[in-house]
């Protein structure tokens, strides 16, 4: 069996129709085999979004490991922002571009390892951690996001308390020059980190 952090999943496809609704806008996703909470939009992707749509974003926003495209398309078509995403999974990357569509956001979506292929700067940084793939994979999108932002950007985060919240705001505060504890909900911690 692949796992959703994997560039070539090799498992057969099992495509599903799952809705959403967020600040009273429903959306429509596509989902498959090997992609992130493939039956409904998960708890913490749903507490990340509503922290960074009540903060805002600026201009240029980065979907980092966007799985099936929620986080980037909920973005553009709430803030208006301009939103790449990227993801290693080849399967995500092109379920994103297609939910995209479904969804009338504008985002625009490639297959990379972290920054492999991105060479833009961001305002804002969007991650929903890939926990399986373990710290050091987590450590490393930290301090990648941390050279991809512009200056005063921020990099967000969700992570459970169980699945070492702390001990990720710890490896932040050592990159970034402030890290906030911006929301707390249902176990879970949303950290804004500044550049």
């Known amino acids: 069996m692949g796992h959703y952090f994997e560039e070539n999943p090799q498992t057969a496809h099992n495509r599903k129709e799952i809705s959403f609704r967020f600040s009273s806008v429903n959306y429509t996703f596509m989902t498959d085999s090997n992609l992130f909470s ?70 625009h979506a490639v297959v990379s390892d972290g920054f492999e292929q991105l060479t833009d700067r961001y305002d804002d940084i969007v991650l929903n951690p890939p926990i399986r793939a373990g710290k050091a994979v987590i450590y490393r999108l930290f301090e990648e996001s941390c050279q991809h932002l512009n200056e005063g950007g921020h990099l967000w985060i969700v992570i459970r308390k169980q699945h070492g919240a702390l001990s990720a705001q710890k490896k932040l505060e050592e990159i970034f020059s402030e890290v906030k504890l911006v929301d707390r909900d249902k176990g879970f911690h949303v950290y804004m980190a500044t550049r």
């Open 38 to 107: 493939k039956d409904k939009v998960d708890t913490g992707t749903q507490i990340l979004l509503d922290a960074v749509v009540k903060h805002g974003t600026g201009k240029k926003v980065l979907d980092l490991g966007c799985g099936y495209g929620v986080v980037g398309v909920v973005l553009n078509r709430t803030l208006g922002c301009d939103v790449d995403a990227c993801d290693v999974n080849r399967r995500a990357v092109e379920t994103s571009v297609s939910n995209a569509q479904r969804n009338n956001a504008k985002v």
